[in-house]
């Protein structure tokens, strides 16, 4: 297998997505898988429906049609608010868009006419994190202009917190939620049938003792691929959290001093490194630096650490081991890191179920950690 790439284990992401189908069911709460994180990967997909998930979400049409043209036949929903100029593709390969903006359900109705089909809208709702959310003052006449328009269905209404402000989702906001819902009911005479409470940052709420009164759909990505939720990116119950790990290859390893010399001005990357003088130390460069990964957001093996990072190279303070040039070392990786490397064109996606991938890792590289 070549370097850098990430390795993701499908029999791991199908654990984690049906832990949470079953623990979440339990409390009439049905899960969308969220892709985007993996680019809409057609196997994390696939390994997500034999969960059993109710559908995909994505926030970038381009996923959702790469996603279709591999013939995923699953509903999927658009997470992120259409693009006004992409109202055609959204309403071809989405069967669920959220919206706040008039003026693209407008777009969107005239769309699905033209394309003969009807498309459902969930409304999200502004509970707090100052993202994307129609002001709940506003919500009934956006929902009765959605009733109104034709070929759109009124599918649900819905709400993202702890992205922008990291607002928690709690009783309080989820119940103003359900209040909601049953104010748009009884206002318009229709029926939700989707009240979505959020994405996995909701799993504490979801899984705890509240009562979960109207909300019956999260869209979870991050929880389904780490195994943790982002308030406190603490590991969840039962869930793995080794699914994904990145590999990288060593492609210097010296003894050198702990300080540099020279007149120091500022890096590639404009921050500073503050180095003591800790002597001489085993130091190793990787062949991955920003363009592919957020260095932040990897997790060495024991007794590595991670000095820094400029474009191309990862610099490693060895510690007490010393790293053959060739080596592999193995990372774990926080959202952000996924999401880089995901993108970077130079990682190797290596996706596969359990047995294959632990075969592949017992070819590699003698000295590998
Ligand atoms: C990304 C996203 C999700 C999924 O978030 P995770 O933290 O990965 O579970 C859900 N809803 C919306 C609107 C999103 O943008």
């Given at each position: 297998?070549?370097?850098?790439?990430?390795?993701?284990?499908?029999?791991?992401?199908?654990?984690?997505?049906?832990?949470?189908?079953?623990?979440?069911?339990?409390?009439?709460?049905?899960?969308?898988?969220?892709?985007?994180?993996?680019?809409?990967?057609?196997?994390?997909?696939?390994?997500?429906?034999?969960?059993?998930?109710?559908?995909?979400?994505?926030?970038?049409?381009?996923?959702?049609?790469?996603?279709?043209?591999?013939?995923?036949?699953?509903?999927?929903?658009?997470?992120?608010?259409?693009?006004?100029?992409?109202?055609?593709?959204?309403?071809?390969?989405?069967?669920?868009?959220?919206?706040?903006?008039?003026?693209?359900?407008?777009?969107?109705?005239?769309?699905?006419?033209?394309?003969?089909?009807?498309?459902?809208?969930?409304?999200?709702?502004?509970?707090?994190?100052?993202?994307?959310?129609?002001?709940?003052?506003?919500?009934?006449?956006?929902?009765?202009?959605?009733?109104?328009?034709?070929?759109?269905?009124?599918?649900?209404?819905?709400?993202?917190?702890?992205?922008?402000?990291?607002?928690?989702?709690?009783?309080?906001?989820?119940?103003?939620?359900?209040?909601?819902?049953?104010?748009?009911?009884?206002?318009?005479?229709?029926?939700?049938?989707?009240?979505?409470?959020g994405n996995s940052a909701n799993l504490n709420w979801a899984l705890g003792n509240g009562r979960v009164g109207r909300i019956n759909h999260l869209r979870l990505g991050e929880a389904i691929l780490l195994g943790r939720e982002p308030l406190h990116r603490e590991p969840v119950d039962g869930l793995h959290t080794d699914a994904i790990s990145l590999v990288a290859e060593v492609i210097e390893s010296k003894t050198k001093p702990s300080l540099p010399w020279g007149t120091l001005a500022e890096t590639a990357f404009g921050g500073d490194v503050t180095s003591t003088d800790t002597g001489a130390m085993a130091r190793a460069i990787l062949a991955v630096g920003e363009q592919d990964i957020a260095p932040d957001g990897l997790e060495p093996p024991e007794g590595l650490t991670i000095l820094g990072a400029s474009g191309d190279h990862l610099l490693i303070d060895c510690g007490q081991r010393r790293l053959q040039v060739g080596a592999e070392v193995r990372f774990a990786v926080n959202y952000s890191a996924l999401v880089r490397a995901m993108t970077s064109p130079f990682v190797e996606k290596a996706m596969a179920r359990g047995s294959a991938l632990r075969r592949g890792a017992a070819r590699a590289h003698a000295g590998s950690v």
């Amino acid at each position: 297998m070549s370097a850098p790439r990430l390795e993701i284990d499908l029999d791991k992401i199908t654990h984690n997505a049906r832990v949470l189908v079953e623990d979440l069911g339990a409390r009439g709460i049905v899960v969308t898988g969220v892709t985007k994180a993996a680019l809409g990967a057609v196997e994390v997909a696939k390994a997500m429906l034999r969960a059993g998930v109710s559908g995909l979400g994505d926030s970038r049409i381009e996923n959702i049609e790469a996603m279709r043209l591999q013939r995923i036949s699953a509903p999927i929903m658009l997470i992120r608010s259409p693009m006004l100029s992409q109202a055609e593709r959204v309403v071809k390969c989405a069967d669920i868009s959220f919206n706040t903006e008039l003026a693209v359900v407008r777009r969107l109705s005239s769309a699905a006419q033209n394309a003969e089909r009807t498309h459902g809208i969930v409304l999200m709702v502004e509970l707090g994190d100052l993202r994307e959310g129609i002001l709940p003052a506003d919500l009934i006449n956006a929902a009765r202009e959605v009733v109104r328009l034709p070929h759109l269905a009124l599918t649900g209404i819905g709400v993202n917190l702890a992205c922008h402000s990291g607002v928690a989702p709690d009783q309080h906001n989820m119940m103003a939620l359900s209040a909601l819902a049953d104010e748009v009911e009884a206002a318009l005479d229709v029926k939700l049938e989707l009240v979505s409470g959020g994405n996995s940052a909701n799993l504490n709420w979801a899984l705890g003792n509240g009562r979960v009164g109207r909300i019956n759909h999260l869209r979870l990505g991050e929880a389904i691929l780490l195994g943790r939720e982002p308030l406190h990116r603490e590991p969840v119950d039962g869930l793995h959290t080794d699914a994904i790990s990145l590999v990288a290859e060593v492609i210097e390893s010296k003894t050198k001093p702990s300080l540099p010399w020279g007149t120091l001005a500022e890096t590639a990357f404009g921050g500073d490194v503050t180095s003591t003088d800790t002597g001489a130390m085993a130091r190793a460069i990787l062949a991955v630096g920003e363009q592919d990964i957020a260095p932040d957001g990897l997790e060495p093996p024991e007794g590595l650490t991670i000095l820094g990072a400029s474009g191309d190279h990862l610099l490693i303070d060895c510690g007490q081991r010393r790293l053959q040039v060739g080596a592999e070392v193995r990372f774990a990786v926080n959202y952000s890191a996924l999401v880089r490397a995901m993108t970077s064109p130079f990682v190797e996606k290596a996706m596969a179920r359990g047995s294959a991938l632990r075969r592949g890792a017992a070819r590699a590289h003698a000295g590998s950690v």
